[in-house]
């Protein structure tokens, strides 16, 4: 076994060990800032491991489970940048658990450990035990804060997680049992040995599918799976909300892809029928989370409902890539030019949720509420705050410039091009129904009445995460090229 392909994740593991190992020797007044910039450089130091392997397109290796290919690197360079982010955020926030700094940043490092091995993994254990290792740490530090509400969305995060486990694990059974394979490559294999035969032929196979549609749906908040994100999303503490918002959704986006564009789509019948399960999907998300978000009070719920609808909108464009798969079988271009939108989007979303997330941290943080009667007159009050947080929901609603509009932009012509008009009329009908509620934040940040005239100070971190979240919105929606370049990369370097 080649140890030099672990070492972004031995880094990391290493990282939250030692800080578990501070938090125990480490004097009580230096304690939160030395657990969080240990944490930091942990995630500096895995990342720059970790981009030194793009390129490289490292073969699968520890037995076939994982692969170091630069769809991999791609996501991990990702969710390192999005717990950075998150930490930094967390600087003025996680004084209310001030005991507790240590299994705050050690479990989030270690959720994104399990994550990284998400995006790397291709065969069907490693994927299930990797999914876990992420999922585990976030159920427990849903309920950090320990209050009523954090423990009841800790109790319905875990409950309604752990049978979404279970059903994921019941479809990866079938597959098992239809090819009596787990590695990703021998699934297809196999089933491409059957099909003189016709996989449609196999109820089992296409049960199993959808078993796996279904457990994935409820890890990227996607309908009709969706019924624990609002109470989750409210209860937990913000920035873990942010975290989920991005980091729980991307890693479950990358392992949709590399399963389904890997082992369901050598056949036109498959490719079509998930291809259109998703787009039937990504309908029912969109509808239900932009019209659920519309009568929300409370911001943390408000985006809540509004991350599924962008699920929604990412999984247009795996439709899209599922059923070109089906019409052009043997053109693998169409496929990259939908896979690589996926990728554009995810990348978009998690810089303009998270500084939506960061900007919401900062102004509840001082205000003590989430409601969104509560922003009135920040425009006054904290000008540069509000003008950030209008800068992410415009981003979120697809206005340019923007990067939500190229992100958009890029996944809605795939789905034309791929035969996807309805779905795509739907997205767009939705993005602006969707402008009522992010407007409406908006409209109440400069137009209502302030309270009080008192200034929402924060510390310089949570600022210089803001900065770059905003910085990358508007990087991406004026010169998207060189994201979308490292996207086109990723897609085409599926190595297994």
Known sequence: MNLSLFIPEIALAVTAVLVILLDLFVSRKVRGYALRWVSLAGLIV????????????????????????????FFQVLFLGSAFLVILASTDYAVKFERFQGEYYALILISVLGMMLMASAIDLISLFMALELASIPLYILAGFLKDNKGTESALKYLLLGAIASAVLLYGMTLVFGVTGQTQLIAIVQSITAQAAGSPAHSPALFMGIALLIAGFSFKIAAAPFQMWVPDVYEGAPTPITAFLSVGS?????????RIFLTCFSAHVVTAHDWGYTFAALAALSMIIGNVAAIPQ???????????????????????????????????????MMAQKGVLFFLVSYTLTNLGAFIAVITITGKLGSDR????????????LLALALT????????????????????????????GLLWLVIIAVINSVISAYYYLRVVKVMWFGEAASMEKVPSSIAPKAALVICCLGVLLLGI??????KLAEIASAMFTY
């Open 46 to 73: 895995a990342g720059v491991f970790s981009i030194k392997m793009w390129g490289d397109n490292n073969p699968a290796f520890f037995n076939n489970m994982l692969a170091a290919d630069n769809f991999a690197v």
């Open 249 to 257: 959704k991307a890693a479950g986006f990358a392992i949709i892809l």
């Open 297 to 335: 009070t409370n911001i943390k719920r408000m985006l809540g409902y509004s991350s599924i609808a962008q699920a929604g909108y990412i999984m247009v464009g795996l439709a899209a890539a599922g059923v070109f798969t089906g019409l052009e079988s043997s053109h693998i271009g169409g496929v």
């Open 372 to 383: 969104i009667a509560d922003f009135a007159g920040l425009g006054k009050r904290a000008p």
């Open 391 to 418: 800068l992410c929901l415009i981003s979120l609603i697809g206005i340019p410039p923007a990067a939500g509009f190229m992100a958009k932009f890029y996944i809605f012509s795939q789905a034309v091009s791929n």
């Open 479 to 484: 010169i998207p090229g060189l994201v979308m």
